[in-house]
């Protein structure tokens, strides 16, 4: 027999009314596609949803998917029983949300004006490896945004995989190493070759790009002061929910956590933008 409990807890997590909790027979839903509105669509759980995006975004999790709806960004529609049911156009919606949030990181405020005016990025994205080898040989054209995640650092590339990946001088390594601004990890011991995570890699991709322009290692170190007081600064707002001994408010913090970094990206290429605009009058 099916734990009522268990089923209630279930559902309590997604959302349902106290008052409508199902019991033991319909405590949980299929994880997949079910009959949608009535002319036939259909319409995906939860979870289902949160399956059909991993792919493209690893670090999707129906925690996330939930802030967004509370945020008002998405408003799927609900059974009697008060689950969650996302239409195709739900999806592409929260799609759209996931991609600019990746690829632009723009802040939720942003985004929802983003979609009120129609935006949307239906079009299929290549992946990395497509992206490198398209040939495009225009300024910046190397550095498309990846998904990073701020719980960890992704695969690991030795020094002769960054090299080859993003066309850097393998003395170019060294020197950012130097001055801090990537830091391998030694594999294997003392001696051992050095093995740098995505997000380091793709730092030497753009310092690469950098270089083209002149600008050497030493002139990154303003770079990595205002990264690690601006980390320091966030670090701050959030600590009490990051110290939590709590799993679920740990992950909303860690969540929160990137949504600031978001908002503080923007807001330091908004600054550094009016900057510019000075300069070039």
Known sequence: MADPTRAQRTAARDGAPESEIPGPPAGELPAGPLEGPPHGAKSLTIGAVCKALSQEFPDISISKIRYLEDQKLLTPRRTPGGYRL????????????????????????????????????????????????????????????????????????????VVEETGADPRLVSELEDYGIVKGEPRGGAGAPKYYDETEREIVRAVTELSR?????????????????????????????????????????????????????????????????????
């Open 86 to 161: 996302y239409s195709s156009s739900d999806v592409s919606r929260l799609r759209t949300i996931l991609r600019l949030q990746r690829d632009e990181f723009l802040p939720l405020r942003v985004i929802r004006q983003e979609l009120a005016a129609g935006r949307t990025t239906d079009e299929e994205v290549p992946a990395p490896a497509a992206v490198a080898g398209t040939g495009d040989a225009r300024p910046g054209a190397a550095l498309r945004r990846l998904t990073f995640s701020i719980r960890a650092g992704g695969a690991l590339y030795s020094l002769e995989d």
């Open 213 to 281: 322009y002149g600008v050497a290692g030493r002139n990154l170190r303003v770079f990595r002061t205002s990264a690690e007081r601006e980390a320091a600064l966030l670090q701050q707002i959030l600590a009490p929910a990051l110290r939590s001994r709590n799993p679920e408010r740990r992950k909303e913090a860690v969540e929160a956590l990137e949504n600031l970094a978001a908002v503080a990206s923007h807001l330091k290429h908004l600054l550094l933008v009016r900057d510019l605009r000075r300069i070039a009058k």
